[in-house]
């Protein structure tokens, strides 16, 4: 039999027979009994719970179990921190000496997730970087996140890794300024038709007029909005961005309280009995303000 396989930075690998992963340990490229899921569905276990027979009972349970249409994730780019937006909101906790159940804990998470078929979300498998010569450092590192991607600029980044005996969970909401198109357009827009119109009609008093005038009105037009975005916001392009309607924040709080719920259903279908601690105050994107 072959199997799918946990290896020293936590990534599924393989597949792979029983043979070929012991020659991986003796090479000293795993650890001594990984984590292991046959490739035919199941239960993740130690190596050596499936080569005693021990783990065959569970793998078929957990088999018959509905599982997640696995399109419903996409292959997701490594993201530079420093680009990623406001961070809106986090949660953090760390489960006790569960290292071992951390790819189970990875799969069922994502399983539970795509299930819930959220509107206008979309789910990635990616990476966050972050360091290297901007933050004065040599070397970026780059991790391995869960993304949930909402069509009105938030990001939640979901990490699910070991840190020494434990499983340290997060996640992060992050929140990009998109931008206004419609203001971008009827302000930039019209001072463009006016000059190309000015320049077509150089020779023609009567059209280089009328591009004189449309592209006065654009001139005028983005400066009223470049005002009125320092009196409301002190932002001379406050208006040039999209701003999240009450409904926005709603749905972005229910796609952070979905992850929330999801990992606390993961950990219990991983057979970790510790209970992750509950996040109370979920804030849906509102950025902090100065008072």
Same mark, same amino acid.
């Given at each position: ?39 035919? $569905? ?49 949660? +953090? ?76 969970? +997060? ?22 038709? $006016? ?39 002190? +932002? ?56």
């Amino acid at each position: 039999m072959k199997y799918y396989y946990a290896d020293n930075q936590n990534n599924t690998a393989g597949p792979a027979t029983s043979e070929e992963i012991r020659k991986f340990i003796t090479d000293g490229m795993l650890g001594g009994d990984p984590m292991v899921v046959p490739i035919n $569905g199941g239960e993740w276990n130690r190596l050596s719970v499936f080569e005693n027979g021990a783990g065959a009972g569970s793998a078929v349970a957990a088999h018959n179990r509905p599982v997640a249409d696995p399109s419903a994730w996409f292959r997701g780019p490594a993201l530079a921190y420093k680009n990623m937006g406001a961070l809106t909101d986090s949660y +953090s906790d760390v489960l006790d000496n569960q290292a071992a159940n951390a790819p189970g804990l990875q799969k069922y998470f994502c399983e539970r997730l795509a299930q819930r078929g959220m509107p206008k979300v979309a789910l990635l498998d990616g990476a966050i970087t972050d360091g290297g010569l901007w933050a004065g450092t040599l070397i970026a590192e780059t991790r391995n996140y869960f993304f949930a991607s909402t069509k009105s600029g938030a990001l939640l980044a979901v990490r699910i890794a070991p840190f020494g005996n434990d499983i340290y969970i +997060s996640w992060h909401l992050f929140v990009q300024r998109l931008i206004n198109w419609l203001v971008v357009l009827a302000t930039f827009g019209l001072m463009a038709l $006016g000059g190309i119109l000015m320049y077509v009609g150089r020779r023609e008093e009567g059209l280089f007029g009328l591009g004189a005038a449309i592209a006065g009105l654009g001139g005028v037009l983005f400066w009223v909005v470049v005002l009125l975005g320092i009196v409301a916001a002190r +932002s001379p392009f406050h208006f040039f961005f999209k701003l999240l309607s009450f409904h926005d924040h709603e749905d972005i709080r229910a796609a952070s309280t979905a992850v929330q719920n999801s990992l606390i259903e993961s950990a219990e279908l991983a057979g970790i009995k510790t209970k992750l601690r509950p996040k109370e105050v979920f804030v849906g994107g509102i950025r902090p303000r100065g008072i």
